[in-house]
């Protein structure tokens, strides 16, 4: 079935640094891939998204490119913040079957000023 | 625009005992989705109703039931609770039934706390 693989966390990082959580998925035929973020005490919120091979989704200067041929979904910034802290979920809808999410494990990002 | 509204936010129950968790969607949103969280098995899907009809069903026994009222709130209910049900529940909406039919996007609530014990 299809599923979603994140990079283990937790990530802690210094303000500023460049961030990248790995994000690789398993699916039937071409899904839209999505980025979603929780923080503390809050529900899920969309981040970003592609829909198609080589799209790039961005958001609050984060990016993820849609490539097809590494079946990667990788979210990247250039400079974190410390309001970056929060747990994200990488996510894939497949074109085939039931209409759900389905999410990766999660990666927990904290920044430290 | 009020958000989606989930209550309680935090219970605690025993075993066996069951559970009914309210959801109220965005207004105008006609989809509601629930999510299980926990910290083992990450987020799994439970169920989406759309119309007050399922229409799509997760990977999980009879005892998870839900349902839609015509005002697009929605109920979930897990019966004869297991330790193992402890977790976050969380609700979404979104305008259109079936997630490929629009945006993508879920609007989620901040969830209910259900604690077995």
């Known amino acids: 079935g299809d599923s979603v693989t994140q990079m283990e966390g937790p990530v802690t990082l210094s303000e500023e640094a460049f961030l990248t959580i790995n994000c690789t998925y398993t699916a039937t035929g071409y899904p839209s891939l999505f980025w979603y973020v929780q923080y503390p005490g809050e529900g899920l919120q969309l981040l970003l998204k592609?829909?198609?091979?080589?799209d790039k989704g961005s958001n609050k200067g984060f990016e993820a490119t849609y490539r097809k041929e590494t079946t990667s979904f990788h979210l990247e910034k250039g400079s974190v913040q410390v309001s970056d802290s929060a747990v994200y979920f990488c996510a894939l809808i497949s074109p085939q079957g039931a209409q759900k999410l389905v999410f990766g494990q999660g990666t927990r990002l904290t920044i430290n000023p | 625009k009020a958000g989606v509204t989930q209550t309680p936010r935090y219970l605690i129950k025993t075993r066996g005992q069951q559970v009914t968790l309210s959801c109220s969607p965005i207004?105008?949103?006609?989809?509601v989705s629930w999510y299980q969280q926990t910290p083992g098995q990450g987020l799994q899907f439970l169920f989406e109703y759309f119309s007050e009809t399922q229409r799509n069903k997760g990977n999980f026994p009879g005892r998870f039931s839900g349902r839609q009222f015509s005002n697009s709130r929605s109920e979930m209910n897990v019966s004869t609770l297991e330790l193992g049900d402890s977790a976050l529940y969380l609700c979404?909406?979104?305008?259109?039934?079936?997630?490929?039919?629009?945006?993508?996007?879920?609007?989620f609530g901040e969830g209910s706390r259900l604690t077995v014990l």
């Open positions: 592609a829909t198609k091979a080589d």
């Open positions: 207004s105008g949103h006609r989809s």
């Open positions: 979404a909406s979104s305008l259109a039934a079936g997630i490929r039919s629009n945006t993508g996007e879920l609007f």
